[in-house]
């Protein structure tokens, strides 16, 4: 069945509509770095405010564990940043609950935007927030008369923010919707895992094999072709007997990794040269080898032929799902393989293009091939979970159409 979006919503005046968005940004001393999530929520809330809505909106930012860290991880920046980018005032609250926060909302006019402070703040007092309480997510949910998702980036997990105030919503006979980036993850992801236009072809990175277990396990019998690259290339390695020298190996997953490869087959492309160092150092002596490693060097980086491969694997490809480095990419010695897979699905502009984790979307921004991609998915774990074919709880209590 088919989400209720925000679209959807047709009577929007005067309501006061709350908002799950994902601002969990990069702030030091009160400056806003990569903005891009903030920028991904503003259809949602101008679509809210357009239609005299009253846009109350919940975030969280960071991890909450001490009082020390309320000064690091107030969203107040945030607000203010927020306010620059919708060209218009908002409303910070410095509090999560209580007479200050509901004065605020009553004082509210259409088309006026309220930031909540950090919903973490509540997780102090026995996570509450992350926890889902269910007296907080039924207060939030008391604050409001609609209540819009848009925040993938924790969809995954079932929070008070989330899963409470939408379930709350839903009792009291009232709206749970999708915001527009909700829906357009939800599409291009969806449809990658479920009805792919073929051939299909995944490319898995990072360090751990046992991070991607379950998206492998979930897309063998899905994808044409799964490129293995990154740290976990060497627990492959090892499961067929090919010498690994210092590189990362998961010695637990080596027969994991043997069963994987005899269930893909020839599905599963693994480097076939690397780039290998004599230390885990960005200046350290590097050389490119075939075949087995040699001790005392660790691999750091798919090689020039492993590159060349990929591509040719990839460049008939209509539907290609990244989420992963090939090597060590905060190490600009050893992020060129990352460099040129990113570079080359920004040309391939007959596909479905996906991105999601933090280092192939950096990648594809350093670049400035983003633009050329499909869709970047703003959320890193909540997009492996889809992969790996799991129930989002943000997404299942959305109500339906």
Known sequence: MAKLIVSDLHDLEGKKVLIRVDFNVP????????????????????????????????????RIKTEEDKKELTLKPVAQHLADLLNKKVTFVPTTRGKQLEDAIAAMENGDVLLIEN???????????????????????????VYVNDAFGTAHRSHASN????????????????GFLLEKEIKFLGEAVDNPVHPFVAILGGAKVSDKIGVIENLIN?????????????????????????????EDKIDLAKSLLEKAGDKLVLPV????????????????????????????????????EFKEVLKDAKTVVWNGPMGVFEM??????????????????????????????????ELGVAD??????????????????????????????
């Open 372 to 401: 050329k991609l499909t869709h970047i998915s703003t959320g890193g774990g909540a997009s492996l979970n889809y992969l790996e074919g799991k129930t989002l709880p943000g997404i299942a209590a959305v109500s339906e159409k």
């Open 119 to 145: 919903t973490r703040f509540e997780d102090l007092d026995g996570k509450k927030e992350s926890g889902n309480d269910p007296e907080l997510g039924a207060y939030w949910a008391s604050l409001g008369d």
């Open 222 to 250: 899905k994808a044409d072709k799964i490129i293995i690259g990154g740290g976990m290339t060497y627990t492959f390695y090892a499961a067929k007997g090919i010498k690994i020298g210092n590189s990362l190996v998961e």
């Open 27 to 62: 702030v030091k001393n009160g400056v806003i770095g990569d903005d891009n999530r903030m920028v991904a929520a503003l259809p949602t809330i101008n679509y809210v405010i357009e239609h005299g809505g009253k846009a109350i909106l919940f975030s969280h930012l960071g």
């Open 332 to 365: 600009p010695n050893f992020a060129k393989g990352t460099l040129e897979v990113g570079k080359f699905l920004g040309e391939l502009t007959d596909a479905t293009t996906i991105v999601g984790g933090g280092d192939s979307t950096a990648a594809v921004k």
């Open 163 to 178: 899963v409470g105030i939408a379930s709350n919503m839903e009792k009291e006979g009232k709206q749970a919707a999708a």
């Open 273 to 308: 040269d690397n780039v290998v160092a004599n230390k885990f150092d960005n200046d350290a002596d590097s050389m490119v080898v075939e075949g087995d490693i040699p001790d005392g060097y660790m691999a750091l980086d798919i090689g020039p032929k492993s590159v060349a």
